[in-house]
């Protein structure tokens, strides 16, 4: 097959972080679209606002007050999906009916004091204490010996389902490890097995090589749209060097994420001129006191939108029963990604 194929006729492409195929359907582009269309009327930005249980200085559940806090603060969650004092039961009836009780901890993330601000409109030195904090959680969770896994990750909008406004992420950190990165983990360390190198690594050397699916990239990063995505404008920020996670990160490492992570923000901003929802979320080492020379510290954007800010894209049907689908090509993305402004479209004026 080649490339002009790639861009016209339907076919598969493989993920080798999770070894699982998407479907590419370039030719349905033409169809007619009916989709979902929803309001997205933009509430009147407030650098304060008294209802917010993330703000400073307000109470949250319980009547527990947050402190006046000038910039990030994190905190336990009040409403954690993981608790760190649950007890270690098993149940197992032949093999079919198989659970196992999971301790962990939810950390919620404040990025900034600010309630009207997000990534794309927060300074670079505000944005690289965000990376410290991240770095500082992970190294600190991490130590805890019934923490095997810790995953950082900000849902953003209400398509998301993210109903707080306010910027901010979550970090959830377990005694196991969650389907995605035990699924990267094991390929990571067979590719490291069989050549000697990170996977990511020498994708990302191809990815330079090629250029046509990268978005932006500085001294130590690279943002870029993955060959396999299956969100229309899904994305992968990968370190230029082999660290297997945030702790391992220089100073000038940190502060070239903090500004990459801006700079990506924007372009989706920019994308629709709406704040862009997503899910995005750091896959670092598993934390169980193994070396993890194999894993390469990256992130992953997954955003619902498909071709406008209120059509948005379903992974139903075939999708749910069969594999993934998508129909614009990454390529196609990554050209409308690298098309629009550097400059937020809030701060044209
Ligand atoms: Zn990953």
């Known amino acids: 097959m080649n ?10 492409r493989f993920n080798p972080l999770t070894r699982e195929w998407v479907l590419v359907s370039p030719h349905r582009t ?26 400073p200085g307000n109470l949250r559940a319980e009547g527990v007050a947050n402190p006046a806090y000038t910039g990030t603060f994190v905190f336990d969650n009040d409403f954690a999906a993981l608790r760190p004092d649950t007890p270690a039961e098993e149940i197992q009836e032949k093999g079919l009916l ?12 404040c990025f900034s004091p600010r309630h009207d601000l997000t990534m794309a409109r927060m300074g670079v030195a505000e944005l690289r204490q965000v990376v410290d904090t991240w770095a500082q959680e992970f190294s600190a969770l991490g130590s805890d010996p ?17 109903s707080n406004s306010h910027p901010h992420g979550q970090i959830w950190a377990n005694e196991t490890l969650p ?4 699924k990267e983990a094991a390929a990571c360390r067979e590719y490291w097995q069989l050549r000697g190198a990170t996977l990511l690594h020498d994708y ?7 250029k046509e699916r990268l978005l932006l990239a500085n001294d130590h990063f690279v943002w870029l749209v993955p060959f396999w995505a299956v969100w229309p404008f899904e994305t992968l920020l990968v370190s230029r060097r082999c660290v297997s996670a945030l702790d391992q990160l220089r100073d000038e490492e940190r502060t070239a994420l903090a500004e990459i992570l801006r700079q990506a923000a924007i372009r989706y901003d920019n994308l629709f001129r709406t704040p862009f929802p997503y899910t995005m979320g750091f896959h670092q080492r598993p934390t169980d006191g193994g070396d993890y020379p194999e894993f390469h510290l990256h992130a992953h954007f997954y955003p619902p939108l498909l071709r406008s800010a209120t059509i948005r894209k379903f992974m139903v049907g075939y999708e749910m029963l069969g ?4 129909d614009i090509t990454p390529e196609a993305a990554a050209r409308w990604l690298r098309e629009v402004p550097a400059r937020h479209y809030l701060n044209e004026r």
Not at 33 to 49: K, M, N, R, S
Not at 148 to 160: D, H, K, L, P
Not at 179 to 182: I, P, Q, S, T, V
Request: proline share 6%; glycine share 4%.
């Open 323 to 326: 594999m993934p689908q998508r």
């Open 179 to 182: 389907n995605e990165l035990a």
């Open 146 to 162: 019934n923490i095997r896994s810790v995953q950082i990750f900000e849902n953003r909008g209400a398509m998301m389902g993210c």
């Open 30 to 55: 033409a169809r007619p679209w009916q989709g979902q269309t929803e309001d997205v009327a933009a509430a009147a930005p407030v650098t304060y606002d008294p209802s917010c249980y993330l703000c």
């Open 98 to 109: 198989v659970a196992r009780s999971e301790a962990g901890r939810c950390r919620v993330v």
């Open 204 to 210: 990302l050397q191809l990815e330079l090589e090629k």
């Open 3 to 12: 490339f002009s194929d790639l861009t016209s006729q339907p076919h598969r």
